[in-house]
């Protein structure tokens, strides 16, 4: 167990169809910190880069095309174990997690894939993968002056040992 940040995008399809905010409960309510917020475009160049690891994958054009077709809402989130909580681990095809699987079809009712979501190719939200993935995106999309270290005063409610 670890106090842990994670990369959560809203992807353009997220945020047209007016899941920001039953996005960012899911993380809220859960407990978790918000700890940076923006809208933004990025350019092409950058959503290369953030995907650079599916750069030879026959769906790579269409996946930039796909976060260059409208606003992202990006974040970082804080908290316990948050990496693997916000999402299952590649390593592990059970687990749930709050973001549910990469293909809505097979995420559970309950994740917000497999609540909001159908196509792979508009699966309405993004986190991170491993915390090594976290801290590379983090500081892609983020300026170390951008991530907010404050005391969140429900703390003691969440954590036995906050
Ligand atoms: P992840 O978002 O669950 O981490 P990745 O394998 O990292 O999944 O793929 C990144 C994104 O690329 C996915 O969220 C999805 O939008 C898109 N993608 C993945 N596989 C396919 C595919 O087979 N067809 C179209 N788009 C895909
Ligand atoms: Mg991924």
């Known amino acids: 167990m670890s106090n842990e940040q994670t990369f959560i995008a809203i992807k353009p399809d997220g945020v047209q169809r007016g899941l920001i905010g039953p996005i960012i409960s899911r993380f809220e ?3 978790f910190k918000l700890i940076a917020m923006k809208t933004c475009s990025p350019s092409k160049e950058h959503l290369e880069k953030h995907y650079q690891d599916l750069a030879e994958k026959p769906f790579f054009k269409g996946l930039v095309a796909y976060m260059l077709s409208g606003p992202i809402v990006a974040m970082v989130w804080e908290g316990r174990d948050v990496v693997k909580t916000g999402r299952k681990p590649e390593t592990d095809q059970f687990q749930p997690a709050i973001l ?22 508009r699966n309405v939200c993004h986190g991170s993968d491993s915390v090594e993935s976290a801290k590379k995106e983090i500081s892609l999309w983020f300026s170390p002056s951008e991530l907010l270290q404050w005391k969140h005063s429900q703390a003691s409610w969440i954590y036995e040992n906050a």
Request: net charge neutral; glycine share 20%.
């Open 29 to 31: 309510n859960r407990g």
């Open 100 to 121: 549910g699987a990469t293909n809505p079809l097979n995420s559970a009712p309950g994740t917000i894939r497999g609540d909001y979501a159908i196509d792979v190719g």
